[in-house]
């Protein structure tokens, strides 16, 4: 793309601000600009005019689960359908690993953070070793796709090579990039980075299917008759990965996806609640859930109980019909950085909008979901902060009770 042929692109788009400093730029920085011009979807834009507080449906309980205890009763059943699926080489795992370890005090991709105290145990090595109990099982690996960004692909990328691996097979690993979407103020209008570069955002956690496709990895899927993927977070080190029973209790269930969760410990924890909204599988967070519901118990047991820990099971086939555009997507209100009368400013409060797709809409998509329960201590130890609640010390805590050696 030309400079005329991006003004008149922007100038159908409203966006004509883009080029408000290209006279100040160098042949590369215009280059640059040009081209992210070119492959910025501007028609994100337009669903600021469809933004308004989604109401929520009819909450009931989610229509599929499997509690501990009926988990710990079939569990030799659940196991043999999984592992035959693993040895098949029907399921792959999505790790999604874009985000920095900034709330951790560390400078570096989070799964690069050291959990270990008398020796060195990055979070992607503990992951690793998580899937390594399933694949020394069933005497093969599966694909693992992990979901970097533009921030921290390299530094992931060159990580792992240095850790050669962690002793996974090289060709089983494939690392891309999410996708992005512009960022704009309140107007609609998209904000310039810097002078010479558009501010680009990760598109949401829901976008890391459409991401691994456009980035050419679902032919893989293809070519090895990938039939389920597993996704999950990096930050639950006590998370088992491509878990045999979870796969099987999710396919003999009959869902088209599965959803591990934790029972809460309190209405008011902070975790999305996995139920059902008018009939669909759905998560609602912990800030939407009336209060009536959030509170409401049954034989002593909270009714919505079932936290989820972003770690789910989606059938690849259903996976794709979330391609053709139903995603909707979601304005999150944020503090941007851009520039301003020539200069970067760095606001304190939200200013515009970022353009995000949710899990939770995948999940409804899907038909049916399964919730399969997990024991907390044994599943669940999240990396989220650097003390207090979740936190480094919470995590070491759970992965010495587990018997991991820090």
């Known amino acids: 793309m030309n ?37 910025t979807n501007f028609n994100i834009i337009k669903n600021i005019s469809a933004k308004s507080a989604e109401k929520l449906g009819k909450i009931s309980p989610p229509a599929n689960t499997v509690s501990v205890q009926e988990a710990a009763r079939r569990r030799i059943q659940f196991e043999a359908v999984g592992l035959n699926m693993l040895s098949e080489g029907k399921v792959g795992a999505v790790l999604l690993a ?21 020796r060195e145990l990055s979070i992607f090595e503990q992951l690793m070793n998580n899937i390594s109990a399933v694949t020394n099982i069933t005497g093969r690996t599966f694909p693992l796709f992990i979901m970097t960004s533009t921030v921290n692909d390299k530094t992931t990328r060159d990580f792992f090579e240095a850790h050669n691996y962690f002793g996974y ?13 512009p960022a704009c103020d309140y107007n609609g209008k ?27 990895l679902g032919r893989i899927l293809e070519r090895d008759n990938v039939e389920w993927l ?83 099971l989606f059938n690849v086939h259903d996976l794709n019909l979330t391609l053709s555009g139903k995603l909707p ?20 409060k939200p200013c515009g909008y970022k353009f995000e797709t949710l899990v939770v809409d995948m999940v409804k998509l899907m038909g049916s979901c399964l919730a399969y329960e997990v024991e907390r201590e044994r599943e669940f130890a999240p990396v989220k902060n650097a003390s207090g609640v979740d936190s480094v010390d919470t995590a070491r805590e759970l992965l010495r009770k587990n018997g991991v050696t820090l």
């Open 3 to 39: 400079y005329e042929r991006a003004q008149a692109y922007l100038k159908e788009h409203g966006q004509s601000q883009l080029l408000d400093y290209y006279g100040e730029l160098s042949e590369s920085e215009r280059s640059r600009l040009l081209t992210q011009i070119e492959y």
């Open 98 to 118: 874009g985000g920095q370890g900034s709330r951790l005090g560390y400078d570096g991709p989070k799964g690069t953070f050291n959990i270990g105290v008398t």
């Open 169 to 181: 097979l090289r060709d089983e690993i494939h690392f891309f990039i999410q996708d992005v979407a």
């Open 190 to 216: 998209v904000f310039l980075d810097g002078k010479g570069s558009v501010s680009l955002m990760p598109n949401g956690n829901g976008g890391w299917y459409s991401s691994l496709v456009n980035n050419g």
């Open 230 to 312: 597993n996704v999950f977070g990096v930050d639950n080190v006590l998370q088992k990965i491509c878990d045999p029973a979870f796969i099987g209790a999710t396919i003999l269930k009959r869902c088209r996806c599965g959803a591990k969760v934790v029972k809460k410990t309190s209405p008011d924890e902070r975790v999305g609640v996995l139920c059902n909204q008018d009939g669909k599988p759905s998560i609602v967070e912990y800030f939407e859930m009336p209060e009536n519901l959030k509170n409401k118990t049954k034989k002593g047991e909270l009714v919505y109980r079932y936290g989820v820990i972003l770690n789910y």
């Open 329 to 348: 997507y979601h304005l999150a209100d944020k503090a941007i950085a851009h520039m301003e009368n020539g200069v970067r400013v760095t606001p304190s």
